[in-house]
């Protein structure tokens, strides 16, 4: 197994996709008990404050992927600037766990900003230029 033909952008991939994740084990932590596993949804439809948006908050990044992926890919598949859409895609998925924190912390109006400087981010991917040949 080689992990050096992997690049910033494809770590970030891989991290994006690990990030729902990370969110719903916050919120299960030290309350989701192996019984709950028969029926996790429900667990999940019974929590409130931030156990709750934890839970929301992974199935937006769940929301969020597609568009991230697609937008890594196509810009890799064009030809764009590796090391611009390096860093526009740490950029993404380091607004993405800022996400998580300002939703566990229910900073609403400030969660909301930085899923839309997120957003911004995972758009302006798609319209990084390709390398002059």
Request: charged share 10%.
């Amino acid at each position: 197994m080689s992990f050096t033909h992997l690049g910033l952008a494809h770590w970030c991939l891989i991290v994006a996709a690990l990030l729902p994740f990370g969110a719903a084990w916050i919120a299960k932590a030290g309350a989701f008990r192996p019984h709950d596993n028969a029926a996790p949804r429900e667990w999940a439809a019974r929590q409130s404050g931030w156990r709750a948006r934890g839970m929301a908050a992974q199935t937006n990044c769940f929301e969020g992927l597609p568009l991230f992926f697609g937008a890594v890919l196509v810009a890799q598949q064009l030809g764009a600037d590796a090391a611009r859409v390096d860093a526009l895609a740490l950029a993404y998925v380091l607004l993405r766990v800022a996400y998580i924190g300002c939703y566990l912390r229910g900073l609403g109006t400030l969660r909301s900003l930085v899923w839309l400087a997120a957003l911004i981010v995972n758009l302006a991917i798609f319209f990084v230029a390709p390398v002059a040949r």
